[in-house]
């Protein structure tokens, strides 16, 4: 280390490395998954509960303004997680800058798209559509 530099060695280490947003990206990630185990024990319920009974019935459990919430939830929580879990794997696993960039937009439309249109469906069948 050079006496002349009075810097701590922290303070010249900070902002360097491959992962300069990585920790908010953890914390994403992490927060989605802890969402989902709640998440996903009430809709794995709701679909127990919809899988011995009528369609009609069930269209009603869609229907009730708290079950169509936390459907809604659980659709967004999950895309969102799969498209934080994806984008991770490809900055990790993918070498071309090229492909870096096609596959995130992919995953982002890919993700994107399936939400919106689980939202809908969900929004549909909540209103009587």
Known sequence: MNSNNLRNPLKTARGWGASKSGTSHFIRQRATAIALIGLALYVIGLLLFCVTSLHATAIDVVKHPFNAVVLI?????????????????????????????????????????????????????????
């Open 73 to 129: 939830a659980f659709i967004i929580a999950m895309f969102w997680h799969s498209k934080l879990g994806l984008q991770a794997i490809i900055e990790d696993y993918v070498k071309s800058p090229g492909a870096i960039v096609v596959l995130q937009l992919i995953n982002i439309f890919v993700n994107a798209l399936a939400a919106l249109a689980g939202v809908l469906a969900i929004v549909r069948i909540a209103l009587g559509a």
